[in-house]
């Protein structure tokens, strides 16, 4: 039996599968801060982790007892896996079973900031409307509109197959090329630069890591296109959060659909004060269903590493 670390409580599954095995420490309902977990991850020989647990070099080296860090998300940005390699540490995510609902959010954060329905809904509850307008709360029209969708992995493609229902004309960006997807999704490879100048939407889907890091910088966004909206559902630190509200303050950038932030949770104070942003506390994966399947996911993995299974979904 062995000894395991969750460091926030997931679906009952989760809980479930866990236990039914081993020894299972749940840390609680609020995030571990770094020391804390710091402080106490020496006990343990495996651990369920959140994207909001940052486990550094000095993190795993203290994790002497360490095999598994199993993450519960589909990102891994928090977690240095060389340190983790290098100390003979498994990590494993949860891929899939979350692209959908992740999609559906970054899809729904396109078409609130496309037609204002934030703006919309608080004006109807604080008593302000009074009829029918011809000019009340114009929006930009989605349909027909071109999507840049910058990382087409899973859930960059999910995007591109929600836009075809709306007949939009898909560009994406990534490093590499995939010409299946793009017969699958009608969508044509351009290099960044020439994506942001004739997107109207740009919704990024990548994953955060050195190359990504500030991919949307200041020369990036003062390149995009004219009054284009920007949806992130990635990771926040992919654009430069400060020149992302600069852009939007001086209306090269229209409005954004944001879930996820550079310094999460803290969010620059400025797109906190604008009503064509949309801000969401990182939604992405958080539908009952999909949650429940990230649970029994991330569990598996722990527990097939100790049964010395090859948990499915290792990232290197
Ligand atoms: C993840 O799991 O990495 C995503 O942020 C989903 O919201």
């Not at 940005?77 to 983790?84: V, Y």
């Not at 997107?199 to 955060?208: E, G, T, Y």
């Amino acid at each position: 039996m062995a000894k395991i670390l969750m460091t926030r409580r997931i679906p009952k599954k989760g809980i479930a599968i866990l236990s039914a095995e081993h020894e299972l420490d749940i840390a609680g309902d609020k995030s571990l801060g770094y020391e804390e977990l710091f402080e106490i991850i020496d006990q343990y020989d495996g651990v369920l982790s959140m994207l909001s647990d940052k486990f550094d070099e000095p993190m795993i080296k203290r994790a002497k007892r360490l095999k598994i860090i199993s993450n519960y998300a589909v990102g891994y940005d928090n977690i240095d896996l060389k340190a983790a390699e290098a100390n003979n540490i498994i990590v494993t995510n949860t891929p899939d079973v979350l692209t959908e609902a992740t999609a559906e959010l970054a899809f729904s954060l396109m078409l609130a900031a496309a037609r204002r329905l934030i703006e919309g809904d608080k004006f109807v509850k604080s008593g302000k409307f009074e009829g029918w307008e011809p000019l009340l709360m114009l929006g930009k029209e989605v349909s027909g509109a071109n999507l840049g969708i910058i990382g087409f992995g899973r859930i960059g493609q999910a995007v591109a197959k929600r836009a075809k229902g709306f007949s939009m004309k898909i560009f994406y960006s990534q490093r590499k090329r995939n010409e299946k997807a793009e017969v699958e999704y009608g969508a044509k490879f351009l290099p960044i630069d020439d994506l942001l100048a004739i997107s109207d939407f740009v919704s990024i889907n990548a994953p955060l890591n050195a190359e990504s890091h500030h991919l949307l910088n200041k020369e990036r966004l003062s390149r995009i296109k004219n009054g284009a909206i920007i949806i992130n559902t990635g990771r926040g630190a992919i654009i430069d959060e400060k020149e992302l509200a600069n852009a939007l303050i001086s209306g090269k950038v229209a409005g954004a659909g944001l879930d996820v932030y550079e310094y999460e949770p803290k969010i620059t104070k400025e797109l906190l004060e604008m009503d064509n942003v949309v801000l969401l506390p990182h939604l992405g994966s958080s539908t009952v269903k999909t949650r429940d399947r990230m649970a029994e996911m991330a569990a598996t993995a722990i527990v097939d590493c100790f049964k010395s299974k090859m948990p499915l979904h290792i990232v290197k």
